[in-house]
């Protein structure tokens, strides 16, 4: 007759199943690959939307500040989040729409102004490749054994002019085309800033909840994080447009044409580092000075250099403070990199995985401090 087992006996076989489960690390292999998988997976169906919730996550990061002040007023979380969205859609998503169709109208208009002046001859003492041309006398002085006859400047512009307008029509033509899909991303952008306003601080709590790292420091990447998005919006961005419009300003005073799109560029290139404004700027003031307009000249050359060229030292500092320092040759080379490999929003990932980048090392560097001390000791 066999024997009923005790609870004793129950116990220790529920106990050695329990161990026998666990040697091996089966279950938690299993679950990790699963997660895995679907994780991937996951990556793969957000893929197409994965620049939308980003830009959503800096913006709402960057705004939040309004949206808690709304919320005081208001008194309900669902209210401050349309409210603060809709704040977003009338300051940043509606003018960049605008600015792009003036800019590629600007564009066309550029490329056949300057079709007009080669035709004409107005540039001729300017772009002339021959003796008594001004660019041609100049390398001549500077660089006698150069050989120039080859050169086709006046063409060479031409071509360049032809290839930006092209190419701002295109982008033109694709956003009309595209709108269906442009109207999509708006939306989940919209849909995604709202509920980063309303339920921000529970998404993170809960995505802070899965990682092993210690709270001080997953406090600590809170903190680089929110560090970047501001100087990367008010820093960055807000310092470009500005510099941006009044370098349009003066372009449009100094009589050069189509200022929104000469504002454009040069608040794309105030965007990066060492470059600057300057690149745009100056070689406009060298055209008009040499095209004979002497006043233009001088008084476009002192607004960029002293209006244009030092808004950043003073609306920077203010905008973000002093505290946010950065490495100037990392940042321009992970903004132009970014550039590169994502395109314009690039301008962001590049300075979002510098910063990842800094405060993980940071840690690495706090936790591991008395090893690396003693492997520099032994070195």
Not at 154 to 167: P, R
Not at 180 to 190: C, D, E, K, V
Not at 199 to 206: E, F
Request: a neutral charge.
């Amino acid at each position: 007759m066999p024997r009923a087992k005790t609870k004793q006996s129950v116990s220790e076989e529920g106990d050695m199943g329990e161990k026998t489960l666990k040697l091996p690390h089966i279950p938690a292999y299993f679950l990790m690959g699963s997660l895995l998988v679907v994780l991937y997976f996951l990556y793969v169906t957000l893929a197409p939307f994965l620049t939308v919730i980003v830009f959503a996550a800096v913006l709402a990061t960057a705004f939040y500040p309004a949206y808690k002040q709304t919320l005081r007023g208001v008194k309900h979380p669902v209210l401050a989040s349309l409210i603060c969205c809709a704040l977003v859609t009338l300051l940043i998503i509606i003018p960049l729409i605008v600015v792009f169709f003036m800019l590629a109208s600007e564009a066309v208009n550029a490329y056949a102004a300057i079709q007009i002046k080669i035709n004409s001859g107005f540039l001729d003492p300017l772009l002339n490749w021959r003796s008594g041309g001004y660019v041609h006398d100049l390398f001549q002085h500077y660089l006698p054994g150069l050989n120039l006859s080859s050169i086709d400047l006046s063409g060479q512009i031409t071509t360049i002019a032809e290839s930006a307008s092209s190419f701002l029509i295109q982008q033109t033509q694709n956003f009309i085309s595209g709108l269906f899909g442009l109207s999509l991303s708006f939306l989940i952008m919209g849909v995604t800033l709202f509920y980063f306003f309303k339920d921000g601080p529970i998404i993170a709590k809960k995505v802070l909840a899965l990682s092993p790292l210690p709270g001080k420091y997953e406090k600590r990447l809170l903190v680089h994080l929110h560090a970047m998005t501001k100087a990367t919006l008010y820093g960055t961005f807000l310092t470009a447009i500005v510099q941006g419009v009044v370098g349009g300003i003066g372009f449009a005073i100094s009589g050069l044409g189509e200022p929104v799109l000469w504002g454009t560029i040069t608040a794309f290139f105030a965007l990066l580092p060492y470059i600057g404004t300057g690149f745009v700027w100056f070689p406009a003031a060298i055209f008009l000075l040499v095209t004979g307009h002497t006043g233009a000249a001088i008084f476009l050359f002192l607004w960029g250099m002293f209006v244009v060229g030092t808004i950043d030292n003073f609306l920077r500092p203010y905008l973000i403070g002093t505290s946010t320092k950065s490495e100037s040759l990392l940042t321009f080379l992970v903004v132009l990199g970014g550039i590169i490999v994502w395109g314009f929003p690039g301008v962001v990932f590049g300075p979002l995985v510098l910063t990842m980048l800094t405060a993980l090392v940071e840690i690495y560097e706090q936790e591991y401090r008395p090893m690396l001390k003693g492997l520099n000791h032994e070195l």
